[in-house]
């Protein structure tokens, strides 16, 4: 056996068999100070005028207007390692801008993007975002994608989805998104356009946005913009509400700020993406029997840790295994949203094919977050169910009923079962990988091929010459 450390907890030492092949992306170097590379961003953006240029006209119009000027800016929720304080942080240089072009802090208001997520709490918040934007007397509030009363109804869009956006956002002076470029599963890259959709609109919004056609595109992928329909979708919303200007970063796999991408709404966004997509694809020469990987920061449930199964999906031999261990740390709600959690289960009952039949009929009623559990399903097109283990402490016996593919603390020692925590991850490395080997004949076990994907979702696996 080798060891090598997974990124959960700290860094928690794994053994694998002596012949894995071990993939990490590239590391594409990281900046030396970002303070200063932040705040020249919003100098020097890209194809637009300087951020205080934006300030001073937002300013003369609510002149004009005779309102008081208001500024939103909107951040990402918990679920992605946006650096929102300390001397990578984005947003303390963006309010202080404001501030000396002449806005009151009573007049920026930080709104947290969550989509249909759940509402971070005061603590969350806190944690995540610098001490010195609540000192400077700056206002934090989630978005409320069922909240009717602050959604405002822009129509529909060109595919005829509705367009129900935060009615605080809309009537901003001057809109300005947050956020953090990696590849994504669905939409191809994270940020820029998602700040708004899904970031900021309504739970309706979803139907057409996330539906099941959609999700099913052959370029609703990871890395491809163009042709890619959730990215066309995102991006005709954005548009449709208004985004004056973005302030996008991306990072190494040490979550160190690698670019920062300021400007114009679609021109910054995808100069951050060919940034991103120069180093997280990872090239294969072949696929595997056994792939171990993780769920890496955004798998703080059941629900996110989606993002590693689709991207093991290239790495996978046809109903090959894939061993996840997972950092569930969304204590509350290790899973997922009842909604998430019921259509998961439809999944484990029916299998693949069937579901997919299911949510694609005319007499399908669309469910909210349907949208994972089909990526899911992706990966159990490709893999039996009972070839996914997967191990985070905090899915106990109750919530494991529910999940597909083959609970990781029933794989452990009696003893541990029921006390399981991270520390127990090497543990049920070793016994997911004797599993596996056991579904093969005695003599094909020594010959089975193994991978492990140091990045989880991060890094997005690709064959050569495919």
């Given at each position: 056996?080798?060891?090598?450390?997974?990124?959960?907890?700290?860094?928690?030492?794994?053994?694998?068999?002596?012949?894995?092949?071990?993939?990490?992306?590239?590391?594409?170097?990281?900046?030396?100070?970002?303070?200063?590379?932040?705040?020249?961003?919003?100098?020097?953006?890209?194809?637009?005028?300087?951020?205080?240029?934006?300030?001073?006209?937002?300013?003369?119009?609510?002149?004009?207007?005779?309102?008081?000027?208001?500024?939103?800016?909107?951040?990402?929720?918990?679920?992605?390692?946006?650096?929102?304080?300390?001397?990578?942080?984005?947003?303390?240089?963006?309010?202080?801008?404001?501030?000396?072009?002449?806005?009151?802090?009573?007049?920026?208001?930080?709104?947290?993007?969550?989509?249909?997520?759940?509402?971070?709490?005061?603590?969350?918040?806190?944690?995540?975002?610098?001490?010195?934007?609540?000192?400077?007397?700056?206002?934090?509030?989630?978005?409320?994608?069922?909240?009717?009363a602050n959604l405002t109804d822009l129509g529909t869009t060109s595919r005829g989805g509705r367009i129900y956006i935060n009615r605080k956002y809309l009537e901003a002076d001057l809109k300005i998104l947050t956020g953090l470029?990696?590849?994504?599963?669905?939409?191809?890259?994270?940020?820029?356009?998602?700040?708004?959709?899904?970031?900021?609109?309504?739970?309706?919004?979803?139907?057409?946005?996330?539906?099941?056609?959609?999700?099913?595109?052959?370029?609703?992928?990871?890395?491809?913009?163009?042709?890619?329909?959730?990215?066309?979708?995102?991006?005709?919303?954005?548009?449709?509400?208004?985004?004056?200007?973005?302030?996008?970063?991306?990072?190494?796999?040490?979550?160190?700020?690698?670019?920062?991408?300021?400007?114009?709404?679609?021109?910054?966004?995808?100069?951050?993406?060919?940034?991103?997509?120069?180093?997280?694809?990872?090239?294969?020469?072949?696929?595997?029997?056994?792939?171990?990987?993780?769920?890496?920061?955004?798998?703080?449930?059941?629900?996110?840790?989606?993002?590693?199964?689709?991207?093991?999906?290239?790495?996978?031999?046809?109903?090959?295994?894939?061993?996840?261990?997972?950092?569930?740390?969304?204590?509350?709600?290790?899973?997922?949203?009842?909604?998430?959690?019921?259509?998961?289960?439809?999944?484990?009952?029916?299998?693949?094919?069937?579901?997919?039949?299911?949510?694609?009929?005319?007499?399908?009623?669309?469910?909210?977050?349907?949208?994972?559990?089909?990526?899911?399903?992706?990966?159990?097109?490709?893999?039996?169910?009972?070839?996914?283990?997967?191990?985070?402490?905090?899915?106990?016996?109750?919530?494991?009923?529910?999940?597909?593919?083959?609970?990781?603390?029933?794989?452990?020692?009696?003893?541990?079962?029921?006390?399981?925590?991270?520390?127990?991850?090497?543990?049920?490395?070793?016994?997911?990988?004797?599993?596996?080997?056991?579904?093969?004949?005695?003599?094909?076990?020594?010959?089975?091929?193994?991978?492990?994907?140091?990045?989880?979702?991060?890094?997005?696996?690709?064959?050569?010459?495919?």
């Amino acid at each position: 056996m080798k060891s090598v450390q997974i990124p959960l907890g700290g860094g928690i030492d794994i053994p694998l068999p002596d012949g894995t092949d071990i993939y990490r992306m590239a590391s594409p170097g990281s900046i030396e100070n970002p303070g200063k590379a932040i705040r020249a961003s919003l100098d020097n953006p890209v194809s637009s005028p300087p951020l205080a240029v934006l300030a001073r006209d937002a300013l003369d119009r609510s002149i004009e207007s005779g309102k008081p000027p208001r500024a939103v800016i909107l951040v990402s929720d918990n679920t992605r390692p946006v650096p929102y304080s300390g001397e990578q942080g984005i947003l303390l240089p963006v309010v202080e801008l404001l501030l000396r072009e002449g806005f009151k802090p009573g007049g920026i208001l930080v709104i947290v993007a969550t989509g249909t997520h759940r509402a971070m709490t005061d603590t969350e918040i806190r944690a995540m975002v610098d001490p010195e934007i609540f000192r400077l007397g700056i206002t934090v509030e989630n978005h409320d994608c069922k909240d009717t009363a602050n959604l405002t109804d822009l129509g529909t869009t060109s595919r005829g989805g509705r367009i129900y956006i935060n009615r605080k956002y809309l009537e901003a002076d001057l809109k300005i998104l947050t956020g953090l470029v990696e590849s994504h599963f669905m939409a191809g890259f994270s940020g820029g356009r998602k700040s708004v959709c899904p970031g900021v609109i309504g739970e309706e919004s979803t139907f057409v946005f996330h539906g099941a056609d959609m999700m099913a595109h052959p370029e609703a992928r990871d890395l491809v913009l163009d042709g890619n329909p959730c990215h066309e979708e995102s991006l005709e919303v954005a548009r449709r509400a208004g985004a004056d200007f973005i302030v996008n970063v991306t990072l190494d796999h040490s979550f160190n700020i690698t670019g920062v991408f300021a400007g114009e709404l679609e021109a910054a966004h995808r100069a951050a993406a060919e940034k991103v997509r120069s180093y997280v694809g990872i090239l294969l020469e072949k696929q595997y029997d056994i792939v171990i990987s993780h769920a890496g920061f955004v798998g703080v449930n059941h629900y996110q840790a989606a993002k590693v199964g689709v991207a093991s999906i290239a790495a996978l031999k046809e109903k090959g295994h894939l061993i996840v261990a997972a950092d569930n740390t969304d204590t509350a709600n290790p899973v997922g949203s009842l909604q998430y959690r019921t259509v998961l289960q439809l999944l484990k009952l029916n299998g693949p094919e069937k579901f997919l039949r299911m949510i694609t009929s005319a007499d399908w009623t669309f469910i909210p977050e349907q949208w994972q559990v089909q990526m899911w399903a992706k990966l159990f097109s490709r893999i039996p169910m009972e070839h996914f283990y997967y191990f985070a402490p905090q899915i106990d016996r109750r919530y494991a009923e529910i999940i597909p593919g083959r609970d990781g603390r029933l794989l452990l020692p009696a003893d541990r079962r029921d006390t399981a925590d991270l520390r127990d991850i090497p543990a049920f490395i070793e016994a997911a990988l004797r599993a596996a080997a056991e579904t093969y004949p005695p003599e094909q076990r020594a010959a089975l091929s193994v991978a492990y994907l140091s990045d989880g979702p991060y890094g997005i696996p690709c064959i050569q010459d495919k």
